[in-house]
């Protein structure tokens, strides 16, 4: 019965390649909705099913030494649960946006296949494992960048790959290293082998500091950040969505396994690795904010808030407290429901007014209210504002920067945090404010209503409540990962 582990993840795939075989009735807009729904649906469910009942999986042995295999974790659980409602969400949500799209068979064909990829990166066992989806979770998804095969798109899309290659290459390195000094399976605490280590300590740190910049490639950390503010904007609007609100969390999953399954908190802890990386992850917090600050496009604009906001995580991981880590987990949830909730809302705009300047969305409000609102309450989230979502995650990062106790870093977080969350508000709410408030001037009679149906708002609706409810009644997460976090050996 452990086979059940491989099903989620066969699931998407087998039934993206059978559309393939119904090519010609795939093509039948109504047809390919209520597959690819299902298809989602049962995909959700199932991964529910797996990860209650737990287990662990070999599936093939590359070498005698590099084994293929599956296992349920307490990351496996976060991780994949977001994938799989995330996917299901937006899926809903693109039914409707695709239809201005061409080549629909192939974005939903890549679509299944990058959940697949996705759903058994949160399920490795071990490094060699996690490495092979990583690379077919990126190979996968870039099609969904190229999507319009428009020449910005294959610059994006471009971007996209040698970023990501190399950022594997670097990661590579560090597997190389790990199979060497420690054990390739993943275990709480770390697996170097103190015989191996000894007196090669400075390299060693050196190569796994490189390993985390490596995956930091995935979730937009400075200075390899750029792909993400191309891809995103060029790409459909859910593609943008699962980009940024879980594909990038691809890396942050893989920067967790290198540290706290792989390294161990011990071996950076107090060392420049730990300085190094808390000082390029606030850093690319508040370039990212200053950048969105500036930028006019819509879609670039919430890029950029992407790069800032996913090393939110990043530095509650570099933290190395138990605080901070629970800080950097809440942040992976909270981020994902909002940045999707708001890109997302851009979609809809877009779809609905072919507007994608954020000069061009004055008085936008009486038009699409429920969108405008929708896309408010995921700005107030982002910006920290209690009782939503973001407020709780941010806390707990702020606190995990003062509990750290290193001179500079335990003061100078919080206040990048204060800056970067002073900077969201002024990008996204003042976008809020001119849509609902445009001045005594405006001319209301050039505003129509163009509010979009069902299949986008109610994906919206959802996630817009999840902002409220998850931010209001955290306590369950914070329970759960407070309890992960106690299992880490984290001070």
Request: proline letters at 3%; aromatic letters at 16%; a positive charge.
């Amino acid at each position: 019965m452990e086979f059940l582990l491989m099903v989620p993840i066969l699931i998407p795939a087998v039934f993206s390649l059978f559309t393939l075989v119904i090519k010609k009735i795939f093509k039948n807009r109504n047809f390919r909705q209520v597959y690819v729904f299902l298809v989602l649906l049962a995909t959700f469910l199932m991964n529910i099913i797996v990860l209650k009942r737990g287990g662990s999986l070999l599936l093939f042995n590359l070498t005698q030494t590099l084994p293929i295999r599956l296992r349920v974790d307490e990351m496996t659980i976060l991780f994949n649960t977001l994938v799989s409602f995330m996917w299901l969400i937006v899926g809903l949500f693109s039914f409707e946006y695709m239809k201005h799209e061409e080549n629909n068979e192939s974005f939903y064909l890549f679509y299944l296949l990058t959940e697949a990829t996705l759903l058994g990166l949160g399920m490795a066992a071990n490094f060699i494992t996690l490495y092979v989806f990583y690379e077919f979770m990126t190979f996968l998804s870039i099609p969904l960048v190229l999507h319009s095969r428009t020449k910005e798109a294959i610059s994006g899309g471009l971007k996209y790959l040698f970023y990501s290659i190399f950022g594997a290459s670097l990661v590579l390195i560090g597997f190389f290293f790990m199979n060497y000094y420690g054990d390739i399976e993943f275990v709480k605490g770390g697996t170097l082998i103190a015989g191996r280590i000894a007196n090669n300590e400075n390299i060693l740190r050196l190569v796994f500091f490189f390993t985390i910049v490596g995956f930091g490639v995935k979730a937009g950390l400075f200075p390899l950040h750029g792909w993400l503010t191309t891809a995103h904007p060029v790409a459909p609007a859910p593609a943008s969505a699962v980009l940024s609100g879980v594909i990038t969390k691809a890396g942050v999953l893989g920067i967790i396994r290198v540290i706290f399954y792989q390294v161990g908190v011990d071996f950076i802890k107090g060392t420049w690795v730990q300085y190094g990386f808390m000082g390029l992850t606030l850093i690319t917090i508040f370039m990212g904010s200053m950048m969105a600050f500036k930028e006019n496009l819509l879609k670039k604009r919430l890029a950029y808030s992407s790069v800032s906001q996913v090393s939110y995580v990043l530095f509650g991981l570099s933290t190395l407290t138990q605080i901070g880590f629970v800080g950097a987990l809440l942040q992976v949830v909270f981020h994902s429901i909002t940045k999707n909730l708001l890109f997302m809302s851009a979609g809809s705009i877009i779809y609905k007014t072919h507007k994608t300047k954020v000069d061009e969305l004055k008085g936008i409000g009486k038009g699409m209210p429920i969108v405008m609102w929708c896309f408010t309450i995921g700005g107030l989230a982002l910006v920290g504002v209690p009782p939503l979502t973001g407020f709780v995650s941010k806390w707990y990062l702020a606190m995990g920067s003062l509990a750290t106790k290193i001179n500079i870093f335990s003061w100078l977080g919080p206040v990048v945090l204060l800056i970067s969350a002073l900077l969201t508000a002024g990008y996204l709410i003042t976008i809020s404010i001119n849509a609902f408030f445009p001045g005594a001037d405006f001319d209301y009679s050039k505003v129509k209503k163009v509010e979009p149906n069902l299949y986008m708002l109610i994906p919206l609706l959802i996630l817009a409540c999840a902002c409220v409810l998850c931010g209001a009644y955290a306590k369950p997460f914070i329970d759960f990962f407070t309890k992960f976090a106690s299992t880490l050996y984290l001070g």
